[in-house]
């Protein structure tokens, strides 16, 4: 899920409305948040809805929530994306790459799915920003509404 936005590559869901998808993404990033384990704050956000590659946007669509952490010292990055990997596939995540990416700060990047949840996320520690972050996109697999209903855009 994390790796593509080809309608080919984009696991199904089942069906929902684009509000309770995204109170279920909401749920998810609530744990991930739970997993992170250190004191700070995360920023407001409120999760959106995205297309579905190919396929038609007024039926099919995937839930998407952009959010950043901000731990009470920037020594905590560290501990907090320690507790990420380690938690996470005790959660049903399996993490498909961790390690530094390839900007020129080398920020060190978890990426994970969770087929059971039918969800990634991609996960980036960025210390010498300012404030020290972590960046979290969570994505959905690809939800079709109930019959007689169009996805509602936000």
């Not at 959010?67 to 938690?87: I, Q, T």
Request: proline fraction near 5%; include cysteine; hydrophobic fraction near 30%.
């Amino acid at each position: 899920m994390t790796s593509s936005t080809d309608s080919g590559d984009v696991s199904s869901v089942g069906t929902s409305t684009s509000r309770d998808a995204a109170a279920e993404v909401q749920k998810v990033s609530s744990r991930l948040y739970d997993l992170i384990g250190v004191k700070g704050r995360a920023s407001e956000g409120s999760p959106g809805v995205q297309d579905c590659g190919d396929k038609d946007r007024e039926t099919y669509f995937r839930i998407f929530h952009k959010w950043s952490f901000y731990p009470a010292s920037a020594d905590d990055l560290d501990v907090a994306m320690r507790n990420l990997k380690e938690g996470l596939p005790k959660q049903g995540w399996k993490i498909v790459e961790y390690g530094p990416d390839s900007s020129a700060n080398k920020n060190l990047t978890l990426i994970a799915d969770n087929d059971g949840q039918k969800a990634g996320v991609h996960i980036t520690q960025m210390k010498k920003r300012n404030p020290p972050k972590l960046s979290l996109m969570l994505v959905s697999g690809c939800y079709e509404v109930p019959d007689g209903q169009k996805v509602e855009h936000f």
